[in-house]
Nanobody, 126 residues
Framework: EVRLIHSGGGSARTGESMRLSCVVT????????IAWFRQAPEKEREGIAG????????HYKDAVRGRFHISLDRAKNTIYLQMDNLKPEDTALYFC???????????????????WGQGAQVTVSS
């Protein structure tokens, strides 16, 4: 059974940093892509960053590019999302998700992701 387990999240002030972690277990292969999505109240879930396990290719949504950094520690099967210079508009429930349908793409396309973590709330105040 594939499982994604979050850690991190919480409250921060504008300009501060925070790191989210996602441990992935249960994969039988080593070819997959992981993405971070977020969903703010009354808004649709949006993909903000993705990374491929084989090449380490990454993709970022414009709103977070330059402030957020996604990385993969293959030895620990853990994906990180380092979030710097946080803004109030980053407030959302954050999810990591795994894609084995098209693992060569780092694009966080919702329909490709079958496995999801439980979510972690991030709240940024001004």
């Amino acid at each position: 059974e594939v499982r994604l387990i979050h850690s991190g999240g919480g409250s921060a002030r504008t300009g501060e940093s925070m790191r989210l972690s996602c441990v992935v277990t249960g994969f039988t292969g080593d070819d997959y892509a992981i993405a971070w999505f977020r969903q703010a109240p009354e808004k649709e879930r949006e993909g903000i960053a993705g990374i491929t396990s084989q090449t380490g290719a990454t993709h970022y949504k414009d709103a977070v590019r330059g402030r957020f950094h996604i990385s993969l520690d293959r030895a620990k099967n853990t994906i990180y999302l380092q979030m710097d210079n946080l803004k109030p508009e980053d407030t959302a429930l954050y999810f990591c998700a795994a894609n084995v349908r098209q693992p060569q793409t780092a694009l966080p396309i919702f329909v490709l992701y079958d496995y999801w973590g439980q979510g972690a709330q991030v709240t940024v105040s001004s």
